[in-house]
């Protein structure tokens, strides 16, 4: 399971607001929380002088993470200058990180390719799986709310899959998750096999359903075995609709999702689900980045 996790913040995310709700973060088995906020060294497309008050003004506004840490949990406050992603890199080197919470809107595909993204900048950059969350609502929740949800992070996982590579690699990081489990933070999770059905005949839908409920079965009993609580469910349609939708039913903590390319930049930004997941849903989105 995850023990050192890195949040990024640039203050407008929202996910500044974790600073107050270090123990209950930790209750999630975390034992080293970094918080993190990057400055620019870029001013009008020049190199500017780092910003000494700047830096110590965001440390200021991260000090709340000290007060109140749990025994056994460490809490750093990292301010640094440069690039967002080079920034995030260093930090997971040197505290061996392996969860990094990160923020970023909702936003479709023309708008993500008009604005960008740190997080998709950052995905094929790292092995280490990222923790997204959406500064609309962080930002929205009430204190009461957001105590709940930092309680919650991985209990209840909604797992699409349909036995493509990606979806295999993330079964594997998945079972990964269960074996290192502490704390009971990981508990659940809903195996979603999705079918386009694109014209098929009824008897060909058919074998593929029955297929697909043979190997989520399969899977089942293998999640099982590491004392997980395991659904399965199979839906016909758009696998992004329906993924979203069955999100909606049922009482998820996240999405879990995965992607296998990394070094062909082009793959990496070609539509995919992933990254439809990663734009597109309100719910929070534990990524598995490629491996290397």
Known sequence: MFQNCLICTDFKDGLYRLVEFVPTLAKNGLKRIVFLHSISVWEDEKIAKVDKNKIAQAKERLAPALDNVPDGVEVKIEVLSGQVKDCVLQLIETYDIDVVFTGMPV?????????????LDLAP?????LMVLRPQLISTYTDEELSLRTNH???????????????????KRIKQMARNQADGAFQQCLLL?????GGRSQELNKYHLQQA??????????????????????????????????????????????CQ????????????LANDILSQSWFPVLFFSPEK
Do not use: C, M
């Open 153 to 171: 992070l991985w209990r209840y996982l909604l797992v699409p899959y349909n036995d493509g590579d990606s979806a295999q690699y993330l079964l």
């Open 107 to 119: 936003r479709n595909a023309l708008e993500t390719k008009i604005f960008g993204s740190h997080t």
């Open 125 to 129: 950059a790292t092995t280490t799986p």
């Open 261 to 272: 390319y990394r070094s062909n930049f082009l793959a990496w930004t070609a539509p995919s």
């Open 213 to 258: 409920q043979e190997k989520l079965n399969q899977i089942q009993q293998e999640l099982e075995s590491l004392n997980l609580s395991v659904t399965t469910e199979i839906r016909q349609g758009n696998p992004l609709e329906a993924i979203l939708e069955t999100a909606i039913y049922y009482d998820i903590s996240a999405i879990a999702t995965a």
């Open 193 to 197: 096999w999705v079918i386009d059905d």
